[in-house]
């Protein structure tokens, strides 16, 4: 093996167990700074002693144990730290003489149970959203400093400041390295489930020229994803959120045509949808209706996509089913996008009347003020009712604010169309 | 990036031997080792190839050869589909793997090709020959409803 293949298997052997070896080490030094050094001093020595004498057999023990060796040194150099530094000496002493010899114990047992408290603590409401992100994706998902600040397009220091900060905010908080408990679990899982469905949208967002690493966020999104349902896998709306995200991916293939170019669902060429992937959303879906009765607002996101999947033609679907989901989410989670896009479902199972009632009512709100798929979708509703004079001026109105080229013709188009009488190809 | 991760046949496999209890355990705490660290998305075994078939072309001729085959060593016994960033990450799972078979065994491990490495090859024709090929599929799944 080459220096380089051996570089290469050393990458592989991270991605594989640096979130494991740095969440027992988190436990022992109770620092995720510190835990995060010590593994990288780990990887270190790995770098320079592999490519010498060959990977060896079991790679994870390995940085286990060099990890644990300099996890060792880094307690007694604090310990007589504290001892100089503190009166109360040998109570700590005591303590901590205990704490060495239970070292191995302590980072064998429970590893998926430090695996979650390193996800509880890279999401902490003490950090900003962004830093939640980077430090999920560099001490979960494995990501090096320099492949974020790619995937998210932004200079790599400022990634690192980022993650620097993050840890010392961290450490100045004494945020505990523990999973929460009763109430403050579920206000605490949903910002892990907000963390990974943002990295995943990251990733969806992508265009044809960006950097491969954009898309492959959503690949790393799925693993973090399908790692926390098997944390948690009593929670539904962990379910829910991979079973959205599952389903959505589905449709990576189908969603962009040969020249980048956005493709509307209704458009899309369904037998690129990845069959494998709408499988799994499926099932992840099914986890989540039996957890519970009330789906959550994933599981709910994800039930309408699964409607999508399971049509295998547009005018298959189920509107009305999906019309009751977007009724169910707007209870759960009310913002004017979803009023939209219940208004766009109802239109297409009883009507365009229906759906324009609906939208009305959306005018006059101020978040959506600037929002081309408004102007659109109302558009779109009044040229169906045959009122053409309005629905032009609503396309005009949604061209002049999208900020897409590609858009903006197509809905200029639209508007000709409408000037000229019944449009001729656009009828859903 | 997805893998395939096929295991070769042997003449246990072929005579339909199951795996003892044992490496049947093995086997299942290596599969929900896969299932935790979130790269496993598919995995099945496969009957031995006298319960298969195949169909050979020959220009427009199709001649269908029943099972068993001989050639132990080409034929799969099971295969798994993972997610992984790289083959060198596919490699080190696949080395985690308890030895699936008594003694000698061999598992080989292939890249999927995704969409996008089809690039220009994959021209609006063929495009077109596909969505038909889409329609067509619906069309028969409402026959069939």
Same mark, same amino acid.
């Not at chain 2, 589909?81 to 080989?108: D, F, T, Y």
């Given at each position: 093996?080459?220096?380089?293949?051996?570089?290469?298997?050393?990458?592989?052997?991270?991605?594989?167990?640096?979130?494991?070896?740095?969440?027992?080490?988190?436990?022992?030094?109770?620092?995720?700074?510190?835990?995060?050094?010590?593994?990288?001093?780990?990887?270190?020595?790995?770098?320079?002693?592999?490519?010498?004498?060959?990977?060896?057999?079991?790679?994870?023990?390995?940085?286990?144990?060099?990890?644990?060796?300099?996890?060792?040194?880094?307690?007694?150099?604090?310990?007589?730290?504290?001892?100089?530094?503190?009166?109360?000496?040998?109570?700590?002493?005591?303590?901590?003489?205990?704490?060495?010899?239970?070292?191995?114990?302590?980072?064998?047992?429970?590893?998926?149970?430090?695996?979650?408290?390193?996800?509880?603590?890279?999401?902490?409401?003490?950090?900003?959203?962004?830093?939640?992100?980077?430090?999920?994706?560099?001490?979960?998902?494995?990501?090096?400093?320099?492949?974020?600040?790619?995937?998210?397009?932004?200079?790599?220091?400022?990634?690192?400041?980022?993650?620097?900060?993050?840890?010392?905010?961290?450490?100045?908080?004494?945020?505990?390295?523990?999973?929460?408990?009763?109430?403050?679990?579920?206000?605490?899982?949903?910002?892990?489930?907000?963390?990974?469905?943002?990295?995943?949208?990251?990733?969806?967002?992508?265009?044809?020229?960006?950097?491969?690493?954009?898309?492959?966020?959503?690949?790393?999104?799925?693993?973090?994803?399908?790692?926390?349902?098997?944390?948690?896998?009593?929670?539904?709306?962990?379910?829910?959120?991979?079973?959205?995200?599952?389903?959505?991916?589905?449709?990576?293939?189908?969603?962009?045509?040969?020249?980048?170019?956005?493709?509307?669902?209704?458009?899309?060429?369904?037998?690129?949808?990845?069959?494998?992937?709408?499988?799994?959303?499926?099932?992840?879906?099914?986890?989540?209706?039996?957890?519970?009765?009330?789906?959550?607002?994933?599981?709910?996101?994800?039930?309408?996509?699964?409607?999508?999947?399971?049509?295998?033609?547009?005018?298959?679907?189920?509107?009305?089913?999906?019309?009751?989901?977007?009724?169910?989410?707007?209870?759960?989670?009310?913002?004017?996008?979803?009023?939209?896009?219940?208004?766009?479902?109802?239109?297409?199972?009883?009507?365009?009347?229906?759906?324009?009632?609906?939208?009305?009512?959306?005018?006059?709100?101020?978040?959506?003020?600037?929002?081309?798929?408004?102007?659109?979708?109302?558009?779109?509703?009044?040229?169906?009712?045959?009122?053409?004079?309005?629905?032009?001026?609503?396309?005009?109105?949604?061209?002049?604010?999208?900020?897409?080229?590609?858009?903006?013709?197509?809905?200029?188009?639209?508007?000709?169309?409408?000037?000229?009488?019944?449009?001729?190809?656009?009828?859903? | 990036?997805?893998?395939?991760?096929?295991?070769?046949?042997?003449?246990?496999?072929?005579?339909?031997?199951?795996?003892?209890?044992?490496?049947?355990?093995?086997?299942?705490?290596?599969?929900?080792?896969?299932?935790?660290?979130?790269?496993?998305?598919?995995?099945?075994?496969?009957?031995?190839?006298?319960?298969?078939?195949?169909?050979?072309?020959?220009?427009?001729?199709?001649?269908?050869?029943?099972?068993?085959? #001989?050639?132990?060593?080409?034929?799969? $016994?099971? @295969?798994?589909?993972?997610?992984?960033?790289?083959?060198? &990450? *596919?490699? +080190?799972?696949?080395?985690?793997?308890?030895?699936?078979?008594?003694?000698?065994?061999?598992?080989? #491990?292939?890249?999927?090709?995704?969409? $996008?490495? @089809?690039?220009?090859?994959?021209?609006?024709?063929?495009? &077109? *020959?596909? +969505?038909?090929?889409?329609?067509?599929?619906?069309?028969?799944?409402?026959?069939?409803?």
């Amino acid at each position: 093996m080459s220096v380089s293949d051996t570089h290469r298997a050393i990458d592989a052997v991270w991605r594989i167990e640096s979130a494991r070896l740095i969440a027992g080490l988190a436990r022992i030094v109770r620092d995720v700074g510190v835990a995060e050094d010590l593994a990288h001093d780990a990887l270190v020595a790995a770098l320079e002693q592999w490519p010498e004498s060959g990977v060896p057999d079991n790679p994870g023990a390995w940085l286990m144990a060099t990890a644990k060796h300099r996890a060792i040194d880094v307690l007694r150099r604090k310990e007589r730290l504290e001892r100089k530094h503190e009166e109360l000496g040998r109570q700590l002493e005591a303590r901590h003489e205990m704490a060495v010899p239970d070292l191995d114990a302590a980072i064998d047992d429970h590893v998926g149970d430090d695996l979650l408290r390193l996800v509880f603590i890279s999401c902490h409401p003490v950090l900003s959203t962004e830093a939640r992100v980077a430090l999920t994706l560099r001490l979960l998902g494995g990501l090096t400093t320099e492949e974020i600040a790619r995937a998210f397009l932004v200079p790599e220091p400022t990634v690192a400041q980022r993650i620097v900060r993050a840890k010392r905010t961290l450490s100045e908080a004494r945020v505990p390295f523990e999973v929460p408990r009763g109430e403050e679990l579920a206000a605490r899982l949903s910002s892990v489930l907000e963390v990974i469905y943002l990295v995943f949208n990251e990733g969806y967002s992508a265009t044809a020229g960006d950097d491969w690493m954009r898309p492959a966020l959503c690949e790393d999104a799925l693993r973090l994803g399908r790692i926390l349902a098997e944390l948690v896998p009593k929670e539904p709306e962990v379910h829910g959120l991979v079973a959205l995200m599952e389903i959505q991916a589905s449709r990576s293939a189908a969603r962009i045509g040969p020249s980048g170019e956005p493709i509307r669902l209704f458009d899309q060429n369904r037998a690129l949808w990845d069959q494998l992937l709408i499988h799994r959303g499926l099932a992840a879906l099914e986890r989540a209706e039996k957890l519970s009765g009330a789906l959550g607002p994933y599981a709910l996101q994800a039930a309408i996509a699964a409607c999508h999947a399971r049509a295998l033609t547009p005018e298959e679907t189920d509107w009305a089913r999906i019309a009751a989901l977007y009724d169910a989410l707007a209870e759960l989670a009310p913002s004017p996008v979803v009023e939209l896009n219940r208004a766009v479902a109802v239109a297409m199972a009883f009507g365009p009347a229906a759906g324009l009632e609906l939208v009305d009512t959306l005018m006059s709100e101020p978040s959506l003020e600037g929002y081309h798929l408004l102007p659109t979708v109302r558009g779109d509703l009044l040229a169906r009712l045959g009122r053409f004079g309005e629905a032009r001026a609503e396309f005009e109105r949604a061209a002049a604010l999208t900020r897409n080229s590609r858009e903006r013709e197509l809905l200029l188009e639209r508007a000709r169309a409408c000037a000229g009488g019944p449009p001729l190809s656009d009828a859903q | 990036m997805r893998f395939i991760v096929l295991l070769k046949a042997d003449k246990n496999t072929e005579a339909g031997v199951l795996p003892d209890e044992k490496l049947l355990t093995e086997m299942g705490k290596y599969n929900e080792e896969l299932v935790k660290a979130g790269v496993l998305l598919a995995a099945e075994g496969l009957q031995p190839s006298s319960k298969g078939a195949r169909v050979r072309f020959s220009g427009k001729k199709r001649t269908v050869i029943d099972g068993p085959f #001989i050639e132990t060593k080409e034929l799969i $016994a099971g @295969f798994w589909m993972i997610q992984v960033k790289s083959k060198e &990450e *596919a490699i +080190e799972w696949v080395k985690r793997c308890p030895n699936p078979l008594e003694g000698e065994a061999e598992i080989e #491990i292939r890249q999927v090709f995704e969409a $996008a490495d @089809f690039g220009e090859a994959f021209t609006p024709e063929l495009r &077109e *020959a596909e +969505e038909s090929m889409g329609r067509q599929m619906a069309a028969n799944a409402k026959r069939q409803s």
